[in-house]
Nanobody
Framework: QVQLVESGGGLVQAGGSLRLSCAASGRTFSVSAMAWFRQAPGKEREFVATISRTGGYTYYSDSVKGRFTLSRDNAKNTVWLQMNSLKPEDTAVYYC??????????????WGQGTQVTVSS
């Protein structure tokens, strides 16, 4: 079993920045890809970004490309999502995901509990 714990969410003004972190514990050797998703009130969960096991490949949704950066440190079993130029439409609960696949765009083996990001206008 793998446990994922997100942190770093909060309230920020439009144009500001936040950095989310996701720490993995347990059987982390079973983890390859990691990813971030988000779910806004009244909306379905949407893909944000994914990163390969070594960090050599990243892919971002069009809505965050150029503003968000995903990175990982396997020695610390941690992935970070740097969010810049935040917009009110970025407001959502952000979820960390992990799995054995090369990338994660929808399905994942493990999910975090989520962390709230609120961007005020």
């Amino acid at each position: 079993q793998v446990q994922l714990v997100e942190s770093g969410g909060g309230l920020v003004q439009a144009g500001g920045s936040l950095r989310l972190s996701c720490a993995a514990s347990g059987r982390t050797f079973s983890v390859s890809a990691m990813a971030w998703f988000r779910q806004a009130p009244g909306k379905e969960r949407e893909f944000v970004a994914t990163i390969s096991r070594t960090g050599g490949y990243t892919y971002y949704s069009d809505s965050v490309k150029g503003r968000f950066t995903l990175s990982r440190d396997n020695a610390k079993n941690t992935v970070w999502l740097q969010m810049n130029s935040l917009k009110p439409e970025d407001t959502a609960v952000y979820y960390c995901a992990a799995g054995a696949s090369y990338t994660i765009y929808k399905a994942a083996d493990y999910w975090g509990q989520g962390t709230q990001v609120t961007v005020s206008s």
